[in-house]
């Protein structure tokens, strides 16, 4: 049972992780329709700043989560300025393909600086507390804690304030909403900045808890969080958060309860037998199609 | 007297612009003379043998061709599913990997030795074959999910295999296969990308490839005008799978080495980008883009790691340029059936004849 429970510690931790960056990909889809692939380097992106953050201007914890999700924000405005506004009226994949050469320019071009794994520094001090045999450590509850946290705000932002109402609107309708004045391109860049920026804060966390960080870590990561976005309803804000804590779960379930390398076939034969029961994820609904 | 025009026109127009279209006819008299393919299909058989018996370029080069050859193959058959049937599919190389594992266990385990270069064509088609079957995994989930679920459905699909093979211990796990002989010449994949590429252009053009054209349009709409839409989407995925597969046994007697590794999603990104950047909905787009792709890598490969920074950078601009990639829909002409070309160009006249007296 304490192994239990100290595995669903983990699983929380992961799932957290997971759900933050599932956050960017559903919010960017609700709004622009569109896959940003280039999320998952992003989420790199943001683990770099933070370690070069806490190497170089040996920054405490705070500014350092600080400055990589400003950066990461100003990063992920500008790509969706200069390479997805030409191409909102494009077909849709060729949006997707930019954003696929967008994930893969960010990833070598940070291998062009780093062509070795870099360790990143202790930016918290590691106490260990046990409470009824599970040992929680005070990165594992920072991280959880802040996550939680950050996505009750989106939830807030989205929910009750006028940014929110619009970032709604317009993933109900982009085409009558930008006539009742409702500014399209600012609302779609705070969504990039807001969804970016929680990316860079799962970096951040994710940085600090497996310290070792590289060019690709994004990759496979990325793809997760993906998938825990549609396993929740892509689109829908609260389908990513569950979605994420579903798939972190999953993913630390089978490994501390079966051979660890079934983990990938496990969790994604779960996904497939998901999907075919609830097509559209667990929180999504089906749009009307019309002929 | 609008006849005598022009000629008139033309020789008022600067010289460059009528060297240009010199060059434009030029190339449409080579456009429409679709009887040299045989003959061209032919030389380039012949070529194939010649160059690795007489070593008429270097092996490196050699190399390079049977690589473009082998992402010809595998480009092609995703556009079946990305650009003909409009679906996202984005797990190409775990279909990639069935069929390269296949052939490697028969090849090193099975067959004896002295045996595999004869059986060596016989066990491509088994390994596509295999890799066709297991294309129905992803087929009947495509049943019901579409978009980007579907794309999921391709994803885990991948991940999937990329897992199953690194859990049998009897092939390898995940220290793969090596020691793999290399059975793959210029010759046989210069068959097999025709062979794919003529049997996906027919397919395209057949009833059953219009079924397919119609899902991407509108599949309600195709299922109502009585398309059995679950037939197409089957047909489609298992030949697009099945010549995936025949890509894979190729890759893998040609590289000597497989791991679960070289599968995995990014091998399937490099295969998209190859798809995308030739145009979609194009088999003469598939090709080029997936020379192009190929070649330019092999080029810019002094560059070191800036090539990598600067191949996404192209794809990009490309994108922000040509949103549909190079060839977009259109087909080189040769590659579209006679009596659909003769359609159009009844259809051109009759509008012509139309046209002019409401012109007049």
Not at chain 1, 54 to 80: Q, Y
Not at chain 2, 18 to 27: C, L, N, S, T
Request: hydrophobic residues 55%; aromatic residues 10%.
């Amino acid at each position: 049972m304490t192994y239990f429970l100290q595995q669903l510690l983990n699983a929380m931790q992961l799932g957290s992780i997971y759900a933050l960056i599932a956050l960017g990909y559903t919010m960017v889809y609700g709004i622009l329709t569109m896959i940003n692939f280039a999320h998952g380097d992003l989420f790199m992106v943001g683990a770099f700043l933070c370690f070069i953050a806490a190497t170089f201007l040996k920054l405490p914890f705070v500014p350092t989560l600080l400055l990589s999700m400003a950066g990461v924000a100003l990063l992920g405005v500008a790509i969706e300025r200069v390479a997805y506004k030409p191409l909102r009226q494009a077909p849709r994949v060729s949006a997707v393909i930019t954003a696929l050469g967008v994930g893969l320019f960010l990833e070598n071009f940070t291998l062009v600086f780093s062509p070795y794994p870099q360790h990143v520094p202790a930016l918290i001090a590691n106490r260990t507390w046990t409470i009824g045999g599970v040992s929680i450590s005070s990165l594992q509850i920072i991280i959880i804690l802040l996550s939680i946290a950050l996505m009750i705000i989106l939830d807030l932002v989205v929910r009750r304030t006028m940014v929110g109402m619009a970032m709604r609107a317009i993933s109900w309708d982009k085409s009558i909403v930008p006539l009742m004045g409702v500014p399209l391109d600012l609302i779609i860049s705070i969504t990039f900045a807001i969804g970016t920026s929680l990316g860079a804060a799962a970096g951040t966390m994710y940085s600090l808890a497996f310290p070792v960080i590289d060019p690709y870590m994004g990759i496979l990561v990325g793809w997760k969080a993906f998938i825990s976005a549609v396993v929740g309803g892509i689109g829908n804000i609260r389908g990513a958060m569950i979605g994420g804590f579903i798939l972190g779960g999953v993913e630390i379930m089978v490994a501390a309860f079966m051979p660890s390398t079934y983990r990938d076939f496990v969790a994604f034969g779960l996904l497939l037998i998901l999907l075919i029961f609830r097509p559209y994820g667990i929180l999504g609904k089906p749009r009307p199609q019309k002929v | 007297m609008p006849t005598q025009k022009p000629p008139q026109s033309n020789a008022q127009t600067p010289r460059q612009e009528g060297k240009w279209e010199q060059w434009r006819q030029r190339w449409d008299r080579i456009a429409s003379n679709r009887r040299i393919l045989p003959v061209l299909l032919a030389a380039g058989f012949v070529l194939s043998i010649l160059i690795p018996r007489f070593n008429l370029v270097n092996p490196y080069i050699q190399l390079i061709l049977m690589y473009v050859g082998i992402n010809i193959i595998l480009c092609t058959s995703l556009n079946l599913i990305n650009g003909y049937m409009g679906e996202f599919s984005v797990g190409h190389a775990g279909f990639m990997a069935v069929g390269a594992y296949v052939s490697a266990v028969l090849t090193t385990m099975f067959i004896p030795t002295a045996l595999n270069p004869w059986l060596f064509p016989l066990i491509v088609v088994v390994a596509g074959l295999a890799t066709g079957l297991v294309g129905l995994v992803v087929a009947i989930p495509s049943f019901k999910t579409r978009g980007d679920y579907l794309a999921i459905v391709t994803l885990a699909f991948n991940m999937i295999v990329k897992s199953v093979i690194e859990n049998i211990e009897a092939i390898g796990g995940p220290r793969g296969i090596p020691g793999i002989e290399k059975l793959t010449t210029l010759p046989w994949t210069f068959f097999w990308t025709v062979l794919a590429i003529w049997v996906i252009r027919n397919f395209v053009y057949s009833n059953f490839g219009r079924g397919v054209l119609s899902i991407r349009e509108d599949e309600i709409a195709s299922d109502l005008m009585s398309v059995n839409t679950r037939q197409a989407k089957l047909l489609a995925f298992t030949i697009s799978s099945f010549f995936a597969g025949i890509a894979g046994a190729l890759f893998a007697h040609l590289l000597q080495f497989i791991s679960p590794r070289v599968f995995d999603i990014i091998k399937s990104t490099d295969v998209l980008i190859m798809v995308y950047l030739g145009g979609i909905g194009s088999i003469t787009g598939s090709i080029l883009g997936a020379t192009i792709f190929t070649v330019l890598l092999e080029v810019l490969r002094p560059l070191g790691v800036w090539r990598m920074v600067l191949m996404p950078l192209v794809l990009v601009l490309l994108m922000l340029f040509r949103p549909r990639g190079i060839m977009g829909l259109r087909e080189f002409r040769w590659l579209i059936p006679h009596y659909q070309l003769l359609a159009a160009h009844l259809w051109r006249k009759k509008k012509e004849a139309t046209d002019a007296p409401a012109a007049s």
